[in-house]
């Protein structure tokens, strides 16, 4: 398990253009792993032991040009394609995107804006400030269990102060999300569905996806699940000769979630076996081929009666198995549980960077009203964005390996790791198991006589102090 951390990390060695930053790179990485709070850069020094003087030097690699996320997550797709671990659906890649928000409270931190969700918990405000941030996963099958692989995360709302004057205003969010599949399908070499929930089922998106790609038109195809209110129609019929009048764009209009219970016979469900949350069902669907308004063209709609209740999908594939596309919906909920990892288990979104040359926002802002900050400095400003998001995305990468390693040696994680769980629900350790195993075997390198170049850089940051305060190798 060591020796495939070691190749990663000697892997990501061209994303930093200085020795050093990569250096502070790897240290980051593993204290990560190590770290038993979520207190933001300082819990790395706490659990490395760091001198005092290194916490300094953390924060200068998070704002250092050295370095980009996009080079970095970039380097991140060669080595899962090296891998070849991704699940694939007639030879495309099954991405995963969704949204995400965090609380943040800081009244000089950059692009937190003022959110709204929608939550049966009462516990939860329907409006606080914060980040929005977009996230992309890559589907991977690990025995009998799926991970939705991180791939990128990018803060996709409160940008309105890094828009120069006479730029075109940023895409919407579900854009947002559609690019950046296009862009992580590019680099990867091979098409792909995107697998979305209900949010994302507008005009706009199906029209990003169907935009030419390395010479191939839905070179990512969309795969969502459709409101409730969803209409479409029929072709319309051919107009009669000599009839005046423009001929019809659309046929007999269709109220989708009513076709249920017709009895009429052109709207007769099928029976088949389908793993519907991993649970082996057997389902009732319908598929159509009908023109829906937004796109002025045609989608596949699938209607769907599992034991969970109806669901109706949309997908921009015409080709597309009506149970492959329910099974691949099942599948998106590994999002959600990447999102709970990565807050939860390893702390991603506890980061602390603000800006001293931003003004201040108003932690009461009024109804409707965008706050409109100012920055004396909007270069340096801008850096501290980057911070942030160069934080989420390494967590992101400390998590994806932690799914690989826990792929590939899931008997090794499991003796390593020594610690006791009441139910195993998999064969698969988890993120939580894996992390830990790792963590045991760093610890005793760090703490004993192993000479591997990790546990030897390490150990140099350890004893490296200045007088001044600040590391003379710092990023």
Known sequence: MLKELERFLTFMRPVFSRQATFGWFVVVFIGFILRSDTYGVSSIVRALSLAPESYLCLLHFFHSRAWEVEGLMSIWWQWLVKKNVAHRIDDRLVLIGDHTQTPKDGRKMPAVTTLHQDSETGSKPSFFRGHHWGCLGLLVQAGDKYFATPLWASIQEGLALFTKPGESKPLSKTVQVVEMARQVARAMGTPAYLVLDAYFAVGPVFGAAAQTLNGMKNFVHILTRAKKNVVAYRDPPKKKKHQRGRPKEYGQKLKLMTLFDSKANCYTFQKAPANIYGQSETIRYLVLDLLWRPV???????????????????????????????????????????????????????????????????????????????????????????????FVNVQ????????????????????KANCWLSTVSSKTPSEFVTRTALANILKNNLYGFTKDWITQLILQKQKSRTNKGVDKNAA
């Open 396 to 415: 992101l990468l400390v998590l994806g390996m932690l799914q690989l390693i826990a792929k590939q040696f899931p008997q090794k994680v499991k003796s």
């Open 296 to 390: 002025k063209s045609k989608l596949r709609f699938i209607l769907a009666e599992t034991s969970r209740g109806r669901i109706i999908l949309m997908a921009s594939d015409l080709t597309l198995s009506p149970v492959t596309a329910i099974q691949l919906y099942c599948r998106r909920v590994t999002i959600e549980t990447l999102f709970d990892t990565l807050k939860n288990t390893l702390g991603g979104m506890a980061y602390h960077f603000w800006s001293q040359y931003l003004s201040p926002a108003s932690r009461r802002p009024k109804r409707n009203k965008d706050q409109k900050q100012r920055s004396s400095n909007l270069n340096q400003t801008q850096n501290t964005l980057a911070a942030i998001e160069k």
